[in-house]
């Protein structure tokens, strides 16, 4: 028996969650591996190989790193719980014409939750993973989640989702560290190749990076029937012709492969007139958005008018806001202007290091 519990490690082959589970192991805590089949790449008609932690190999490494410190590894599959909902709903939002989320989505909905039931299952009290966040109890005695300490790794904004009974039975260890010394505690530990070895930031079930040849590959005639859609002007005059707004996201400039003597950006599109709405970068300044779907953590709700610094996407740095309650969430007002609000991506609230909460952006920018 433990001294300090059994914990199921979430294990992706990747050098954090190795780390994560071998330093729970060297702590006392009783550990089992499980690594989380989410997606088959043999079904993706992608160009490119299979990446990131969902491959042969990742299970390997992930298997040989539990048998060699002696601790029991199963391998979960769950394509149906992850397709089911992560991807059609990353398919249903472009269709829609919001920039959805995936990671956001798949924490929130499914990771998480099939862990905890296999934790269950298997007499776990805890379940870990390696991410760079840290979960502590709070005076007033909810879970909270805060900020990793290494804030160029930290990923506090796609878990603003988890609930409060997720977070009080999730371990975090690695959200004390930067990600140097986690290299060299892979090192330390006899795992040079991990220390070494490169991070895919692409979305798992999107191999090549490529997320219309996705959508096109996943939705029967879908380029047939957007196609030939308008870009337009803030005041609806045409501009030119476009591949269907799927293929566009709020901000971008790249890509629009059209010539108007100056630099343009998508500011807003309509998928039900199929028309992409392009501007100057000023247009896409705004200093308010509506949120709805909301997770709450550190508190169970906000006072209206209570500061907190938001983000609007996961590289952000966040910005000085007030958040107001509505029937259907929150209004969040910055005190400047803040560019490239998208809906259907999350807006987190911060409050120093501790998530207040999170949600999905409903309104963006203003036409």
Same mark, same amino acid.
């Given at each position: 028996m433990s001294r300090k519990g059994k914990v199921l490690v979430a294990m992706s082959g990747g050098i954090d969650s190795t780390v994560t589970a071998l330093m729970l192991h060297h702590e006392g805590y009783e550990v089992i591996g499980i690594t989380m089949k989410t997606w088959d790449y043999a079904t993706s008609n992608a160009s490119s190989k299979e990446t990131g932690c969902c491959n042969i190999d990742s299970f390997n490494d992930a298997r040989q790193a539990a048998v060699h410190h002696g601790f /029991?590894?199963?391998? =979960?599959?769950? &394509?149906? !719980?992850? $397709?089911?909902? *992560?991807?059609?709903?990353? *398919? !249903? !939002?472009?269709?829609? $014409? &919001? #920039? /959805?989320?995936?990671?956001?989505?798949?924490?929130t909905h499914i990771k998480w939750k099939a862990l905890l039931k296999r934790a269950n299952a =298997? $007499?776990? !009290?805890?379940?870990? #993973? $390696?991410?760079?966040?840290?979960? &502590?109890q709070h005076t007033n005695g909810r879970f909270v989640m805060s900020k990793g300490l290494d804030e160029t790794k930290d990923q506090s904004y796609v878990l603003w989702g988890l609930d409060q009974e997720l977070l009080g039975r999730t371990i975090m260890p690695l959200g004390k560290y930067r990600k140097t010394e986690i290299r060299q505690m892979a090192m330390d530990m006899g795992y040079p190749e991990l220390a070494k070895k490169s991070e895919s930031y692409e979305i798992c079930f999107v191999p090549d990076n490529d997320y219309r040849g996705f959508l096109k590959r996943r939705v029967d005639g879908l380029e047939e029937q957007v196609n030939g859609g308008w870009f337009v002007d803030k005041t609806g005059k045409k501009l030119g012709q476009h591949k269907g707004y799927p293929f566009y996201t709020i901000g971008q400039r790249k890509g629009l492969e059209i010539a108007l003597g100056k630099p343009a950006y998508v500011t807003s599109i309509n998928p039900d007139t199929n028309t992409v709405v392009l501007g100057e970068e000023t247009d896409l300044e705004q200093n308010d958005l509506s949120v709805g779907k909301v997770n709450w953590i550190k508190y169970d709700g906000v006072t209206d008018g209570m500061e907190a610094i938001t983000k609007i996407r996961y590289k952000d740095k966040g910005a000085l806001s007030n958040l107001y309650n509505t029937d259907n969430g929150l209004n969040i007002r910055f005190y400047e202007h803040v560019k490239g609000i998208a809906p259907g991506q999350s807006a987190v609230f911060y409050e120093g290091n501790d998530v207040i909460g999170g949600g999905i952006i409903q309104r963006g920018a203003l036409i």
């Open positions: /029991p590894h199963f391998i =979960l599959d769950i &394509r149906d !719980e992850f $397709g089911d909902f *992560v991807i059609e709903n990353f *398919v !249903e !939002e472009y269709l829609a $014409g &919001r #920039t /959805p989320n995936p990671c956001v989505m798949c924490n =298997l $007499g776990c !009290e805890f379940i870990a #993973t $390696g991410h760079y966040a840290e979960v &502590r």
